[in-house]
């Protein structure tokens, strides 16, 4: 009778690393190359982890600047607007109703191209996050949600309440969803550092 087979720790580490790399790779496949993706429990990452906290709150905060803004400019007083008298939906306050006006420089054409840019933007980040959060990745799905929904009621507030005309509801639509985007850009500056500092990369897991 031969001896039962032992398992040693160094194979308990390799069959652990292997299923983290597997998660890791399911990750990368669901959601694509954005800091969100360290921000699970599968794969413990201090440092992608940070860089995720870090984008969110960036991404979040700029959102509130923009979103307080365009309060003061369509909502309260446009007295308080730093960026003059308002954009194209403004609000006139008679005792306890305020109504809205529609008016300035603004064309179908300019609105169209605005909600085509931002559908084109975040409408495949809700989609991953849904994603996530049918595959059970709560946290990564949490964020992407709530970036998505974040930039949607920003980018429409703002927009409304503070461009004029068509330019201007594009430059604020584009400006805007590059902030969406930062996530993206710096999981791609993390990995241009890496290459950098270690000399090579590994496209399906970041270690």
Not at 57 to 72: D, G, M, N, P, S
Not at 78 to 94: E, I, K, P, R, V
Not at 98 to 120: C, E, M, Q, Y
Not at 148 to 170: K, M, Q, R, W
């Amino acid at each position: 009778m031969s001896a039962p087979k032992m398992t040693s720790s160094r194979e308990i580490m390799t069959e652990e690393e292997l299923r983290q790399a597997e998660a890791w790779r399911d990750i990368i496949e669901i959601g694509g190359e954005t800091v969100y993706v360290f921000l699970q429990k599968e794969r413990v990452y201090p440092f992608g982890i940070f860089l995720g906290l870090l984008t969110t709150a960036f991404q979040l905060f700029t959102f509130f600047i923009f979103f307080r803004e365009a309060v003061k400019c369509g909502v309260q007083d446009s007295d308080d607007c730093a960026l003059g008298a308002g954009g194209f939906l403004t609000a006139n306050q008679n005792g306890t109703d305020i109504t809205f006006d529609v008016g300035g420089g603004v064309t179908l054409v300019g609105v169209t191209l605005g909600i085509i840019i931002t559908l084109n933007f975040l409408i495949p980040d809700m989609i991953r996050g849904f994603a996530f959060l049918r595959a059970g990745y709560i946290g990564i799905a949490l964020v992407h949600l709530l970036i998505s929904i974040s930039a949607i009621s920003c980018t429409v507030l703002y927009t409304v309440t503070t461009a004029a005309t068509d330019v201007e509801i594009l430059t604020n639509v584009v400006v805007l969803m590059f902030i969406t985007d930062l996530d993206e850009k710096m999981f791609t500056i993390h990995k241009a550092g890496e290459a950098f500092i270690f000399g090579k990369v590994d496209t399906d897991v970041v270690v």
